[in-house]
């Protein structure tokens, strides 16, 4: 069965996020299997990230078979051999010449799974009486999310009982806020980029998780949210 990247709980969709860590394995050549459905494989890596034009740039293997088979598939997947896992997968790879020689192109994915805490992977945060809260704006007034993880492009929250209809995939949820430490209240808009599969309790109340994307975020908040999560990284590492 082929590993679905979008149901793993490290799943990212902030695009910055996903074009730092490219580019930190560009900067690092870090190694990484490429396989295809049918059932080629590659040891490849990434020479280079093209943000502006949306484009990942990958080594090539010195048999132009092995290539022109890569480039046939409809489905590729890669994962690092070494230390950060990183994962993720493309519909569609083509050769294109680079200055130094051929090279593979394919899109910035849309998401990627990474399972290792750094800089721009979101953490767990406190729960219980100091759980961080969103509010986001409902025809009533507000509703209330618990925050579970937070990352410098965003957040995901926890909802219990029937997931209103406003939580669609892409759906841009505005006039959203969240409460930090300290300064309390932060204002933003939220894109929702990730939908798990609601789960029941153990009291039958059904729970579902929630990927959001901060948007229109203000650079003091911003450099807030940056310095909240150095401070959980550093707790969670000193309780390990």
Known sequence: MTHR???SPFALYNRKEIVFVLEDLAKHRVAINLDTQEGVGLVTCVLGVNSEGNHVYMDISPDDQINEKITNSRH??????TGVKVRWHSSHLRLVGLQDGDAFSMLVPAVIERVQRREYFRLNTPQGSNALICKIPVAAGFMEATIVD???????ISI??????MFSQGALLEGCSITLPVIGAVPTNLRVRGIWTSITTR???QMSRIGLEFEGLSRGAANVIQRLVIQLEAEQISLN
């Open 5 to 7: 990247v979008e149901d």
């Open 76 to 81: 590729v997947s890669f994962v690092t051999q």
């Open 150 to 156: 937070i990352s410098v492009g965003g957040i995901g």
């Open 160 to 165: 219990k009982g029937e997931l209103p209809e």
């Open 203 to 205: 009291s039958g109340e």
